[in-house]
């Protein structure tokens, strides 16, 4: 032991008295006009190599010298630390050229300050749990495997017995192909070795649908760790599952009002049903549009981007488990969407010209000034219109147009390049029909809606029956997932969390949005808009939400990695009906175009809330966001987008208050709307003989 460390000691002593200091040099480099594409070079010199950089960029490598995809504007830290320990601390900025890169580096801590409000975990803050995800065992399975992958696999032979202690890159097993091809796989990590399959035995066959759909289903071992590791980002930050503040607002709303109304989602779904068939739709009622086109309308601004995207990324980052809590989430959602569809119909004001203004910022203002509160309810109304017309301009109208130029160019090449075009073109539609305002809108939107759904909803069926062999294992992994998830995927809390997320962010149940569309139906009973309201929570979640899903789980798509959004449910897609990629582009443009439309309606009864009622208002806020169509569609934002699609969500800080006050209201007036139901005293349409 002595010779050793003296060995130590006289290998160390020259390096330690000749090193020189550490050094730092970066180098900064914008290479384009383009967003997000700045690069940062660092030189360590001096010290005592190899060299580890920490950067504050988290998809950064700690042995990367060189940063990638930066932010034009903001400023990055790398801390350079050498072998004996000594570190040095840099700090640089990629100077921005272009305006839009301005925009972007301007936004960005705009981004980080409203996220840091949203999606603040109130539960790690007060020490209830540590968001730190940390995992118990390191799965081993087939080298090099991926979803596609048309082989089967079987286990040889094991070259470690089970319990053996294995570090990384010692052989434990060899497997072979179908070809008998044999392979020699290692460990990558250190620990006690676990068998997961005895010799001899298949552990993955694509032709088996039930490894197709399960999770994991090509592992074959594991190796226990001593005792938890952390999982980290690429730049060794730890890896954290929160729960988000905004989600735990929406979702302790929507359980309260659905106790709160008596489980309105489920005993009032079949007269909700009736109300959108038109049943109860008298013609003599004040209002602009029918029971169903209010629906149609409402619907045609949630179904959207976030039903093809933003599912694929929930069962792609929460796995199969995910959906189920998505259901539950948007079922819960619909006692939400009721309670404030009523108080948007109740507090409405129709002027002598038919228009009608209705919304949270009316029930939000005039229902709490009735309670003695109109110091806060001007405020809260105040606030929601501001965030509604912000929310209008991004994720309703830029967003939109962004990505469905982005899905339409992908598929359609000559489109490439085009985008101030694309624009132009998509800002002449919407014009054509919101300059008619709400009454043309509902006309769209009532045809609209039920083409894309039904494309959607047709191809998705499609999928799920070619491959209805899957149906045991696919939901067998959905229950799995839910109930016993990973500790990758954030544990049961983990997968909850995303399944709610994705559905309250998909819906926008609490948000307010769809009671300024509900607020236009002809009706003299406000309660049954509410009726007709709780039908978008299970259109948009339960039902395409769902399919989403289940076209991903079916096809194994869930399992990819690297891809994900759009493109991963247009390869589901693509995987089975190799033309339908094309089809889904068109429905992702329909489904953005209706969003729009939709959204130009609620971001202007928010601007004539905030500026005035008069059409010449109205006039100067469609033109606004006719312009906004266009640079949304040529101009890559960014952050400008991230920050105004966080707007809708906090839309539901004002509403959400507004209606915990006015639920005993809403409860009342549902209570005695059942009575006249009962009674048989409501208008209703004789059925022809």
């Known amino acids: 032991m002595k010779n050793y460390l003296l060995t130590l000691f006289l290998t160390l002593f020259p390096v330690l008295i000749f090193a020189q200091d550490l050094e730092v040099r970066g180098e900064v480099v914008n290479p384009s006009e383009s967003i997000n594409d700045g690069v940062i070079t660092i030189t360590a010199t001096g010290g005592v190599a190899p060299y580890t950089y920490r950067w504050s960029n988290q998809n950064t490598p700690l042995t990367s010298n060189k940063a990638v995809g930066l932010t034009e504007g903001v400023p990055y830290s790398v801390v350079v630390t050498d072998a004996v320990g000594n570190t040095k601390t840099s700090v640089y900025t990629v100077k921005t050229g272009a305006i839009t890169e301005v925009f972007n580096g301007t936004m960005t801590p705009a981004v980080a300050a409203l996220g840091a409000v949203l999606f603040w975990d109130p539960f790690a803050a007060i020490g209830v749990y540590d968001p730190v995800v940390y995992a118990d065992e390191k799965q081993i399975g087939v080298p090099d495997w991926t979803n596609e992958v048309q082989n089967k696999y079987t286990l040889k032979q094991w070259l470690k017995p089970e319990g053996a202690k294995v570090s990384r890159d010692v052989p434990i097993a060899i497997i072979t192909d179908k070809d008998g ?404 582009a068109v429905a992702v443009f329909l489904f953005a175009f209706s969003t729009m439309i939709s959204w130009s309606y609620y971001g202007m009864r928010a601007w004539t809330y905030l500026f005035g009622k008069s059409k010449k208002i109205e006039f100067i806020y469609k033109m606004l966001f006719l312009v906004f169509v266009v640079i949304g569609a040529s101009v890559s934002l960014g952050a400008v987008l991230d920050f105004s699609d966080m707007m809708i969500l906090a839309m539901s800080f004002p509403n959400i208050i507004g209606l915990y006050i006015m639920s005993k209201e809403v409860k009342f007036d549902l209570d005695a709307y059942i009575v006249k139901l009962k009674a048989n005293l409501l208008y209703k349409k004789q059925e022809p003989k």
């Open 181 to 584: 091809k044999e392979i020699t796989v290692t460990s990558t990590a250190q620990g006690k070795l676990r068998h997961l399959i005895s010799e001899g035995k298949v552990i993955y066959n694509s032709d088996n649908s039930k490894h197709v759909i399960e999770q994991g289903a090509h592992n074959f071992a594991q190796v226990i760790y001593e005792k938890p590791v952390v999982l980290t980002h690429p730049n060794g930050d730890p890896l954290t599952k929160p729960i988000p503040f905004i989600v735990i607002w929406l979702v302790v709303g929507a359980v309260f009002f659905t106790i709160r109304m008596g489980f309105i989602n489920f005993r009032g779904f079949k007269h909700a049903i009736d109300l959108a068939r038109g049943k109860y739709d008298d013609p003599d009622a004040p209002g602009q549009v029918t029971h169903f086109q209010a629906l149609a309308t409402a619907v045609s601004g949630t179904v959207g981007l976030g039903n093809i995207a933003g599912v694929a990324v929930a069962v792609s980052v929460g796995g199969a488990g995910a959906t189920f809590w998505m259901i539950v989430c948007g079922l819960l959602g619909m006692s939400t969407k009721f309670v404030e569809c009523t108080l948007g119909v109740k507090y409405r004001d129709i002027l002598p010209d038919g228009r009608v203004f209705g919304g949270p910022m009316n029930y939000l203002r005039y229902g709490l000034e009735k309670r003695q509160m109109k110091g806060l309810g001007k405020v809260l109304a105040g606030l929601f219109a501001v965030l509604a017309v912000g929310a209008s301009f991004g994720g309703g109208n830029m967003f939109q147009a962004n990505q469905s130029f982005e899905q339409m160019a992908g598929q359609f090449p000559v489109l490439a390049g085009n985008g101030f075009w694309f624009g132009i073109i998509t800002a002449i539609l919407v014009g054509i029909v919101i300059i008619g305002g709400i009454s043309s809108i509902a006309r769209v939107t009532g045809k609209v809606v039920p083409i894309m759904a039904t494309i959607y909803i047709v191809a998705a069926l499609a999928v799920i029956i070619m491959n209805i062999e899957n149906i045991a294992p696919a939901f067998s992994a959905i229950v799995d997932g839910a109930f016993s998830a990973s500790a990758l995927k954030g544990g049961v809390i983990g997968v909850l969390v995303v399944g709610f997320q994705r559905a309250a962010f998909s819906n926008e149940a609490g948000v307010g949005s769809a009671a300024i569309a509900h607020s236009t139906a002809k009706t003299n009973h406000p309660p049954s808009e509410g009726f007709v309201a709780l039908l978008e929570p299970f259109i948009d979640t339960v039902v395409v939400c769902t399919l989403t899903a289940l076209v991903l789980i079916f096809t194994g798509m869930h399992e990819v990695e690297g891809l994900a959004g759009a493109q991963l449910t247009s390869d589901a897609f693509g995987s089975q009906i190799s033309w339908f990629p094309y089809v889904l």
